[in-house]
């Protein structure tokens, strides 16, 4: 075999072998895509329960910044469903500024989530004391989204710019809160389109190679 074959067979076998890593890490994107994502699209945490002594449940203020042209053209959504443990107790879900949750729960009482676990169900939050009664959520007309109602309640928003917080209370503004709450996100066709292109860019790979393992044995 010529030194040109040789150095053909062994670039096509270098090729080979990349493509089998691209179409192994392309293969797992998909699966992990579709196990972990819902039949709306949506990747989800699952139901959680959370409870507190408190008039609300907030969650930690976030930044967001969505000024980019692939954000505009493609939104973001979240999601957030709620029921109450108490079946008979209507629920708030509610979407609003941090200046605005901020002046609306002044000296009430609030537990505010700065991050949860799965497995085990383990959230950590700050508990704010607080005297006042807050006026029903349901009576404000500061919330950029909200649900409220008896049974499970679903809120979907397509982020936009700006500090905000989820608010989660009883549709009175009593306390205490006890509530099964999951959230989730989708993310139009991120992890599907890069599983999608490592499958493809994988195949181009695999017939590349063969055809230069194909060449190097046959001589031309």
Do not use: C
């Amino acid at each position: 075999m010529s030194a040109g074959r040789i150095v053909l067979l062994v670039f096509g076998i270098l090729i080979v072998l990349l493509s089998f890593g691209l179409l192994a890490s392309g293969g797992t994107i998909l699966a992990a895509d579709n196990a972990f994502k819902d039949n709306q699209g949506f990747y989800t945490t699952g139901t959680i329960p959370i409870s507190a002594n408190s008039a609300a449940i907030i969650s930690e203020p976030a930044n967001i910044n969505v000024n980019s042209t692939w954000f505009s053209m493609n939104p973001v959504t979240i999601r957030i469903q709620a029921s109450s443990q108490d079946t008979t107790k209507p629920v708030f879900i509610g979407i609003a500024r941090e200046t605005d949750v901020s002046n609306y729960l002044r000296g009430v009482s609030f537990d505010e989530i700065r991050g949860f676990s799965r497995r085990p169900n383990n959230i950590n939050r700050i508990h704010s004391p607080g005297a006042a009664t807050a006026p029903p959520p349901t009576s404000q007309n500061f919330w950029v989204a909200s649900v409220n109602g008896t049974g499970t309640q679903t809120l979907q928003w397509d982020v936009v710019s700006g500090n905000y917080n989820v608010v989660l209370m009883n549709a009175d503004g009593s306390s205490p809160v006890r509530e099964d709450i999951s959230f989730g996100v989708k993310i139009p066709a991120v992890l599907h389109g890069i599983g999608l292109g490592l499958l493809i860019g994988g195949i181009v790979l695999l017939i590349i190679g063969g055809v230069m393992i194909f060449f190097a044995a046959r001589g031309w």
